[in-house]
């Protein structure tokens, strides 16, 4: 059976439209809340608990609130809480975002996120949810939401992810290549010519090609590396500020940078490459 999911992907967000979404409006000052055992607070009415059976060592067993494994279990945990936030009064000086189980707030006042955190903290407790207080993050200007650092009005490219891509061993097999992919595609925005650079790895991952790891591919896994390394803060587009944008064509692929400046100092706003891809090639 084949499901065609093509009308929903057409009105779905894109989660890199969301995040450049959050970059645009994200202000000076932040601050992380976490739900604690989010899932686990969701009791699962008595008459359906049977659909959640299971046997382990001879006995059966079933939950009573929410699973982890459950394919829809983010799905209910979201719009559950996204509904008690919704009677939640937030302040117009402050932004409230939420996914799943993380929520960030962000104010051009520092006094205005610490006084909005105090208020959804005490309100999310009044409805039943339990604050993680090891996670919690902030007040203050740099804070991690949605594996984004975002340091006062720029995001950031986390430092973790940064070290964990130069600390990978040159690659062996097809697996190894597709994890070190893996954890470059996310970060495109932040990384000038990226499709380009990494274009001699991506044709060796594709499915029935032969492995024939060469000097382009180990050319191309250091450059790589490097740009990263070298990787720019994206700052908040101001419409009132002149901007630049740039338009590269190689005979790899194309890709584009939008650039503000002030004085002699350029921020990038956003950063995107694509290679050439069938037909277009030629």
Same mark, same amino acid.
């Given at each position: 059976?084949?499901?065609?999911?093509?009308?929903?992907?057409?009105?779905?967000?894109?989660?890199?439209?969301?995040?450049?979404?959050?970059?645009? #409006?994200?202000?000076?000052?932040?601050?992380?809340?976490?739900?604690?055992?989010?899932?686990?607070?969701?009791?699962?009415?008595?008459? $359906?608990?049977?659909?959640?059976?299971?046997?382990?060592?001879?006995?059966?067993?079933?939950?009573?609130?929410?699973?982890?494994?459950?394919?829809?279990?983010?799905?209910?945990?979201?719009?559950?809480?996204?509904?008690?936030?919704?009677?939640?009064?937030?302040?117009?000086?402050?932004?409230?975002?939420?996914?799943?189980?993380?929520?960030?707030?962000?104010?051009?006042?520092?006094?205005?996120?610490?006084?909005?955190?105090?208020?959804?903290?005490?309100?999310?407790?009044? %409805?039943?949810?339990?604050?993680?207080?090891?996670?919690?993050?902030?007040?203050?200007? $740099?804070?991690?939401?949605?594996?984004?650092? $975002?340091?006062?009005?720029? #995001?950031?490219?986390?430092?973790?992810?940064?070290?964990?891509?130069?600390?990978?061993?040159?690659?062996?097999?097809?697996?190894?290549?597709? %994890?070190?992919?893996?954890?470059?595609?996310?970060?495109?925005?932040?990384?000038?010519?990226?499709?380009?650079?990494?274009?001699?790895?991506?044709?060796?991952?594709?499915?029935?090609?032969?492995?024939?790891?060469?000097?382009?591919?180990?050319?191309?896994?250091?450059?790589?590396?490097?740009?990263?390394?070298?990787?720019?803060?994206?700052?908040?587009?101001?419409?009132?500020?002149?901007? #630049?944008?740039?338009?590269?064509?190689? %005979?790899?692929?194309?890709?584009?940078?939008?650039?503000?400046?002030?004085?002699?100092?350029?921020?990038?706003?956003?950063?995107?490459?694509?290679?050439?891809?069938?037909?277009? #090639?030629?």
């Amino acid at each position: 059976m084949t499901v065609d999911y093509r009308e929903i992907n057409k009105v779905a967000p894109n989660i890199a439209s969301l995040m450049d979404t959050l970059g645009r #409006e994200i202000k000076t000052y932040h601050r992380v809340l976490d739900l604690a055992n989010a899932f686990f607070s969701i009791p699962i009415a008595e008459e $359906s608990q049977d659909q959640f059976a299971f046997t382990w060592g001879g006995r059966q067993w079933t939950s009573q609130v929410l699973p982890q494994g459950y394919v829809h279990t983010p799905t209910y945990g979201r719009n559950l809480v996204a509904c008690d936030l919704a009677d939640w009064r937030n302040p117009d000086d402050v932004n409230l975002y939420h996914y799943i189980d993380d929520l960030l707030l962000t104010s051009d006042s520092l006094e205005a996120v610490g006084q909005a955190a105090d208020s959804l903290t005490a309100y999310l407790q009044q %409805e039943g949810w339990a604050l993680n207080p090891q996670k919690v993050q902030g007040l203050g200007l $740099s804070v991690k939401f949605l594996g984004v650092v $975002s340091s006062g009005e720029t #995001e950031v490219l986390p430092s973790a992810v940064i070290d964990k891509v130069q600390v990978f061993q040159v690659t062996t097999t097809l697996k190894q290549l597709q %994890e070190f992919l893996g954890m470059l595609g996310y970060w495109c925005s932040f990384i000038p010519h990226l499709a380009q650079l990494l274009r001699p790895l991506y044709r060796l991952s594709k499915k029935g090609q032969l492995w024939d790891w060469g000097k382009t591919e180990q050319d191309a896994f250091p450059q790589a590396k490097l740009a990263v390394k070298q990787a720019q803060a994206l700052g908040i587009f101001d419409p009132t500020l002149p901007a #630049e944008f740039d338009v590269h064509i190689t %005979e790899d692929g194309f890709g584009w940078g939008l650039w503000e400046c002030q004085s002699s100092v350029c921020t990038p706003m956003g950063i995107w490459s694509q290679v050439w891809h069938g037909a277009e #090639e030629r």
